[in-house]
């Protein structure tokens, strides 16, 4: 390769990162088929997000197209480099010492969902035993603030945290907050009682059944 003209070996490059890319896309599509990941990704909600965003492949193939296309972009920084072209390559460089950011950023995205998709239904049945109206509104906003918690860790790992999108992705979340308290606080108040009052009948009707002293306070 050393003794090659600049163009030829740009063609290698080019041909070898295609055909490595496209048998790694087959490759992991067939094994993540193989291991059910389908499956896993349907019962965690990621199937249903995909759905919702009008993508029409189901998640092993769609991991194996980003595997190829990733491997591909890897394969023209490369060419890049043998073609002396500056800027791709300043960008290559930076974009190289990001990777174990990114990496890291992914594995904390899909243990996040898990243990998200996990909490919630926990929430939820908690609730619903306890006999309180509204579980299903209680796990959705349990799900929704570890999402937030989720993308603003994985955002760290890849040195956003001081940056302009973690700085308005904290504003957003605050301003939800601040909101959701003060529409709460103000036209809801009532229903809140309501609920802590059936809440709490709910407990002494329990503890009736179980032969205990009433709950008192």
């Known amino acids: 390769m050393g003794s090659l003209p600049s163009g030829i070996k740009a063609l290698l490059v080019l041909f070898g990162g295609w055909l490595a890319a496209y048998l790694l896309r087959l490759i992991l599509s067939w094994l993540l088929g193989l291991v059910r990941f389908n499956t896993v ?9 995909l759905r919702k965003g009008q993508v029409i492949y189901q998640p092993s193939r769609l991991a194996g197209i980003i595997a190829y296309w990733t491997v591909l972009l890897v394969a023209l920084f490369q060419i890049a480099r043998i073609l002396d072209i500056r800027v791709v390559t300043s960008f290559s460089d930076r974009l190289a010492a990001i990777v ?10 899909i243990i996040g969902l ?18 309180f109206p509204h579980a299903a509104l209680l796990a ?12 603003g860790l994985a955002l760290e790992q890849i040195d956003l945290s001081k940056t302009m999108i973690s700085a308005m992705l904290q504003i957003l979340f605050a301003a939800v907050a ?3 308290a003060l529409a709460f606080g103000l036209g809801c108040k009532d229903m809140a009682r309501d609920a802590a009052t059936r809440f709490l009948q709910n407990l002494r009707e329990r503890r ?3 032969g205990r002293p009433d709950l008192e306070g």
């Open 178 to 180: 601040f909101g959701l």
């Open 41 to 49: 990704c349907d019962k965690v909600g990621i199937s249903e997000f």
């Open 114 to 131: 898990v243990m998200i998709s996990f909490i919630g239904n926990f929430v939820m049945t908690v609730a619903r035993t306890a006999g």
């Open 140 to 151: 959705r906003v349990v799900k929704i603030a570890g999402y937030v918690l989720v993308m």
């Open 208 to 210: 009736r059944a179980d």
């Open 100 to 109: 174990p950011g990114l990496l890291a950023a992914v594995f904390i995205g």
